[in-house]
């Protein structure tokens, strides 16, 4: 088990980043699904300290670990090799290679440690060191690890196989002894990449671009948006400093908004007219995301209706089905209206994830089925609340189509944790009758935040 860690940000010092056409005609490696080449020059270093630290079995022994790691190169792209002979070229599994060149100096531990390193993918997942090198570079990492004796310093490479279309995030360093003292630290490379210029960002919508179910609501007017502080939009702006500009006025998205408050056609008391505080800002917002649809054909009040009643018996998602074959014309007009608000706007409209589990297998029945009467979800309210959701997100994604906006499916943004699971990402407390309920919860908000990420990486290049 690790002691304390410490996490320590690492500064800018000297890094350029070259875009791909400069990375090229300097004949650097590039990826043109990434977008882009990190060619970073030093001084940009993490001083990593872990705390002293007893040695297990003897009480009365502590020992220090201090380490300089300097990262000295990141080159996506590269032809790696194997660490040893022959020297053949070795295809990568997923994609493609991206090399980590760093120099490595202990910094007068008492004992000896090892450190390694670890991409962040934009995708959301860790990749960790494979057995090759890149050309002129001493592997890195072995297997097992080799230590670093205290005050050497070492220069080598760490090689990771990454899919083609994911990029580098950051490279994270964990530094820890034998003795389990660790410090961790990380390099951002992908806010490294300067935008030629921040995108102004609105976000638009319901419930699930508000944040509603994660908790921490501004407390501003009007407070029944429930825009929460880990709302999937505002995550996704956090991790694009250098790509996006999300201010305040520019989150819009409303709890409970449908069509009409969307376009203003009809604002109920509590709700904001949407495209006109759009209108409002200035300059238009460059990027704009939206979740609507689901108020429109009155989704909570059918989640409500199943749990409480037999929704299928009583034919409220024979009905439901028949407003959203409906919809479609509904959707198009709303994509239509933000367009006239904003028509230089990358529109991109975000759907709905599927709420309940389709194995049977990840169930954990109590949590769907009280035994009281009708009370819960069976077997056939929730392959049909299911199969609503699945519809709603074809007319959703053929509506923006039409109007020539980008659609974003999360479908399975929940999966594994959808409502009545053992470990549910959506609010799903008995009975759903509160304003939260049927809404992810901050680790659903964050899974979102992910795929909409991947979306704007791949779609910028940033």
Same mark, same amino acid.
């Given at each position: ?57 003897? /009480? ?5 670990? *201090?380490?300089?790691?300097?990262? %000295?190169?990141?080159?996506? !792209?590269? #032809? &790696? ?67 670093? /004796? ?5 220069? *080598?490479?760490?090689?990771?196989? %990454?899919?083609?279309?994911? !990029?580098? #995030? &950051?490279?994270?360093?964990n530094f820890g002894g034998w003795h389990y003292a660790s410090a961790n630290g990380r390099w951002n490379i992908l806010d490294r990449r300067p935008a030629a210029k921040r995108l102004k960002y609105a976000a638009l919508g319901d419930s699930y671009s508000s944040g509603e179910g994660s908790g921490d609501y501004d407390t501003t007017w009007p407070g029944h948006c429930h825009r929460g502080a880990g709302a999937w939009p505002r995550q996704v702006a956090r991790d694009l400093p250098g790509l996006l500009d999300l201010p305040a006025r520019g989150f819009i998205a409303c709890s409970g908004a449908d069509s009409a408050a969307l376009t203003g056609a009809a604002v109920p008391a509590g709700e904001v007219d949407q495209v006109a505080r759009l209108h409002a800002i ?181």
């Open positions: 088990m690790l002691l304390a860690t410490a996490m320590l940000a690492a500064p800018v010092l000297g890094g350029t980043i070259r875009t791909a056409e400069t990375a090229r005609a300097a004949g650097l490696a590039s990826s043109a699904n990434t977008g882009f080449d990190v060619d970073i020059q030093p001084p940009d270093q993490l001083n990593l300290t872990a705390p002293p630290s007893t040695v297990p079995g003897d /009480p009365g022994a502590t020992v220090t670990y *201090g380490h300089l790691a300097t990262l %000295l190169e990141v080159r996506d !792209g590269t #032809r &790696a090799l194997n660490a040893g002979p022959p020297h053949a070229p070795v295809a990568p599994a997923f994609g493609r290679w991206v090399g980590v060149k760093v120099r490595e100096t202990d910094t007068g531990s008492t004992d000896t440690g090892i450190v390694t390193l670890r991409v962040a993918g934009t995708d959301g997942k860790t990749y960790y060191p494979q057995d090759p090198t890149m050309p002129g570079c001493a592997p890195r990492e072995t297997f097992p690890p080799q230590p670093l /004796p205290p005050r050497h310093t070492f220069t *080598g490479c760490d090689t990771f196989d %990454l899919p083609s279309k994911v !990029g580098v #995030r &950051a490279i994270t360093v200035h300059p238009a917002p460059a990027l704009i995301t939206v979740t609507i649809g689901g108020n429109d054909i009155g989704f909570t009040d059918i989640l409500a209706n199943c749990w409480l009643k037999d929704c299928v018996k009583n034919h409220t998602l024979a009905k439901a089905e028949t407003e959203v074959a409906k919809e479609r014309r509904t959707l198009v007009s709303d994509y239509s209206a933000i367009a006239r608000f904003a028509p230089h706007a990358h529109l991109v409209v975000v759907g709905y994830p599927r709420i309940f589990p389709r194995r049977q297998a990840d169930l954990v029945l109590p949590q769907c089925r009280l035994g009281i009467a009708h009370l819960g979800f069976s077997d056939a309210e929730r392959q049909g609340l299911n199969k609503l959701d699945a519809n709603l997100n074809k007319i959703i994604r053929q509506a923006a189509r039409h109007e020539g906006a980008a659609y974003v499916p999360v479908t399975n943004a929940l999966s594994g944790h959808e409502a009545c699971t053992r470990h549910p990402w959506i609010v799903s407390d008995a009975p759903p009758e509160g304003q939260e309920e049927g809404h992810p919860t901050l680790p659903g908000q964050a899974a979102i935040a992910r795929i909409v990420f991947t979306y704007l990486v791949n779609r910028f290049g940033a």
